[in-house]
């Protein structure tokens, strides 16, 4: 079984979450700019079904990328506009089209590089 690197593991998450119909996807590579986290991986969705779905096919694929959810101490609810999936040394970042304008992440880690996929 080949190693793979984090980021090869962070595009191909994005890949999965093009395939569940996730849009407007970004990759993006902050390991310089800060120490608890290399990738972020954002995508939009248009419902929390879709949204569910879409963390199910993650949590599926977990153990044959060689990642694992870091439980926190945060007990929020599912949310309609954001949910985060905490991989370590990877964030995924499923959000609503609303959620996305607003917080605009990408702005936000606009010194981060942005991976093609």
Known sequence: ???KTTQEKALELARLIQDGKGED???IDISELNSWTD???IAT???SVQSQGI???IKDALKGLDLEVHKTNNK???SEDWNLIDLGNIVVHLMSKEAREF???EKLWHAGKR???
């Open 25 to 27: 996807l970004a990759v």
């Open 39 to 41: 990738y972020f991986v």
């Open 76 to 78: 929020q609810k599912e």
């Open 45 to 47: 969705v248009s419902s």
């Open 55 to 57: 963390q199910k096919q």
């Open 115 to 117: 991976l093609e996929f």
């Open 103 to 105: 917080y605009d992440l």
């Open 1 to 3: 079984m080949e190693n």
